[in-house]
């Protein structure tokens, strides 16, 4: 007898082995063209790719110089490109709670197209473009799907969203639904503003669990890799490394940089010398700061590249004869060891500074701060019955002890 579906209940979807390649990096280093690069190599090895954009300021069409739309357009055999359409994915999974906002606001005095446009909070797109790639994620058209993302800033914030929407779950929604349910019948006829139906926690609660979905799907380092794109030039790579701490402590799988718009040997004029000898320099710290991460290059070209042709061209020397679907590394996700009588939660994190670490334990979670990202990690229940003991930086990871008295009055 089939299973009766519950209300609200989000459709269980089927396991996906899509390959998932997200791309990211400083604004301007050149990420569009290397993701674009990226996909059309893909498509040539025989996988269905498609490259999607979630950058506000789209260029994916200006790469390809084709147009494209925000429902995956052909580009050429196996290949689709799509540009999100923030209006589109507000109507898709918004509603419920666009309207009630927008409701309130206008019952507020707000005109009705400043409310329409106020009820789209901040995040919105960020959510919207996770929501996109686990949607095509289970398309069988697609093998492969290369996301474009936007600037590194954006893209930590996007990266964030499943963390921050579990706590607000977890420590706020339940409490707030349950007081609203019981003051309803009695406060809507004292106050003129309308208050949340149960219609619009349903698609709070609807939208929470497909965002939890997202999150299983980014951190599965067997279908997702992150890859880092920048510039030879030191605020980039400064950048790129603080990128790849954020993205360590929040276990997203990195398997390689991609290092863009190198002056090639066979410029030789006098006026290149010294930036030459800069980008060496800055070639070598690269790969001292990002090993054991596969660095791929690419120089800067004598023409714009645009258009699939060339594009192939700049995947050629980034990629050689390697499929760029593959995984090219696949480092250690966080890990709990028994060491010297105590627990120790090893998290990654290679460029983080002491100062810029705060941790602490809050019941059975325990709390990393790194400057203005946090992350609440739940403690296994072995753990969770330990007193936090002391927390190092070591060996590019910040190390946790939980019991025993070995480490406790290390500095």
């Given at each position: 007898?089939?299973?009766?579906?519950?209300?609200?209940?989000e459709?269980?979807?089927p396991?996906?082995?899509t390959r998932i390649?997200l791309?990211?990096?400083k604004?301007?280093?050149g990420?569009?063209s290397v993701s674009?690069?990226?996909?059309?190599?893909?498509?040539a090895?025989?996988?269905?790719t498609?490259?999607m954009?979630?950058?506000?300021a789209h260029?994916l069409?200006?790469?390809?110089?084709l147009?494209?739309g925000?429902?995956?357009?052909p580009i050429?055999d196996?290949?689709?490109g799509m540009e999100?359409d923030?209006?589109e994915?507000i109507?898709?999974?918004w509603?419920?709670i666009?309207?009630?906002?927008?409701?309130?606001?206008?019952s507020r005095?707000?005109?009705?197209?400043v409310?329409d446009?106020?009820?789209?909070?901040?995040?919105?797109e960020?959510?919207f473009?996770l929501l996109?790639?686990?949607?095509y994620?289970h398309?069988?058209?697609f093998d492969v799907v290369?996301?474009d993302?936007a600037?590194t800033a954006?893209?930590?914030?996007?990266?964030?969203?499943?963390?921050?929407a579990?706590?607000?779950m977890?420590?706020i929604f339940?409490?707030?639904r349950?007081?609203?349910r019981?003051?309803?019948?009695v406060?809507?006829r004292l106050?003129?503003?309308p208050l949340?139906s149960e219609?619009?926690?349903?698609?709070?609660?609807l939208?929470y669990?497909?965002?939890?979905?997202?999150?299983?799907?980014?951190?599965?380092?067997?279908?997702t890799s992150?890859r880092m794109?920048?510039?030879?030039?030191?605020m980039v790579?400064?950048e790129?490394?603080?990128?790849?701490?954020?993205?360590?402590?929040f276990?997203?799988?990195i398997?390689?940089?991609?290092?863009?718009r190198?002056?090639?040997?066979?410029?030789?004029?006098?006026?290149?010398?010294?930036?030459?000898?800069?980008?060496?320099?800055h070639?070598?710290?690269v790969?001292?700061?990002f090993a054991?991460?596969?660095i791929?290059?690419?120089?800067?070209?004598d023409?714009?590249?645009?258009g699939?042709?060339?594009l192939?061209e700049m995947a050629?020397?980034?990629?050689?004869?390697?499929d760029p679907?593959?995984?090219f590394?696949?480092?250690k996700?966080?890990?709990?060891?028994?060491e010297?009588?105590s627990?120790?939660?090893e998290i990654p994190?290679?460029?983080?500074?002491?100062?810029?670490?705060e941790?602490?334990?809050?019941?059975?979670e325990?709390v990393i701060?790194?400057?203005n990202?946090k992350?609440?990690?739940?403690?296994p229940?072995?753990?969770?019955?330990?007193d936090l003991?002391?927390?190092?930086l070591?060996d590019?990871?910040?190390?946790l002890?939980?019991?025993?008295n070995?480490h406790?009055?290390k500095?």
């Amino acid at each position: 007898m089939a299973r009766k579906k519950k209300k609200n209940e989000e459709p269980i979807a089927p396991p996906t082995d899509t390959r998932i390649i997200l791309f990211t990096g400083k604004g301007g280093v050149g990420k569009t063209s290397v993701s674009a690069a990226t996909a059309v190599r893909s498509a040539a090895y025989g996988h269905g790719t498609l490259i999607m954009s979630t950058d506000a300021a789209h260029s994916l069409s200006d790469s390809f110089d084709l147009p494209i739309g925000s429902d995956p357009t052909p580009i050429a055999d196996r290949l689709w490109g799509m540009e999100i359409d923030i209006n589109e994915q507000i109507s898709r999974h918004w509603g419920a709670i666009h309207s009630f906002l927008t409701q309130f606001m206008r019952s507020r005095g707000i005109n009705s197209i400043v409310a329409d446009e106020l009820a789209v909070m901040p995040g919105m797109e960020e959510i919207f473009s996770l929501l996109s790639v686990k949607h095509y994620a289970h398309d069988p058209r697609f093998d492969v799907v290369i996301v474009d993302c936007a600037p590194t800033a954006d893209t930590a914030r996007l990266l964030a969203i499943p963390d921050i929407a579990r706590w607000y779950m977890e420590k706020i929604f339940h409490i707030e639904r349950v007081v609203i349910r019981a003051v309803r019948p009695v406060a809507q006829r004292l106050i003129d503003a309308p208050l949340p139906s149960e219609a619009v926690y349903d698609s709070v609660e609807l939208l929470y669990k497909q965002i939890l979905g997202v999150k299983e799907l980014l951190v599965d380092r067997d279908k997702t890799s992150i890859r880092m794109v920048l510039n030879p030039e030191k605020m980039v790579i400064k950048e790129a490394q603080r990128a790849y701490t954020f993205l360590s402590l929040f276990d997203f799988g990195i398997d390689a940089v991609v290092v863009n718009r190198l002056l090639p040997e066979e410029v030789v004029d006098p006026y290149y010398s010294k930036w030459k000898e800069i980008q060496a320099q800055h070639m070598t710290l690269v790969r001292e700061s990002f090993a054991p991460l596969p660095i791929l290059t690419a120089p800067l070209w004598d023409q714009e590249i645009v258009g699939p042709p060339l594009l192939s061209e700049m995947a050629g020397v980034m990629y050689g004869d390697q499929d760029p679907a593959g995984i090219f590394y696949q480092g250690k996700p966080v890990r709990i060891v028994h060491e010297n009588g105590s627990y120790v939660m090893e998290i990654p994190m290679p460029f983080a500074s002491r100062e810029d670490l705060e941790t602490w334990v809050n019941g059975d979670e325990v709390v990393i701060k790194y400057k203005n990202f946090k992350r609440n990690l739940i403690l296994p229940r072995a753990l969770a019955k330990q007193d936090l003991g002391q927390a190092e930086l070591k060996d590019r990871a910040l190390r946790l002890y939980f019991g025993g008295n070995e480490h406790a009055s290390k500095e």
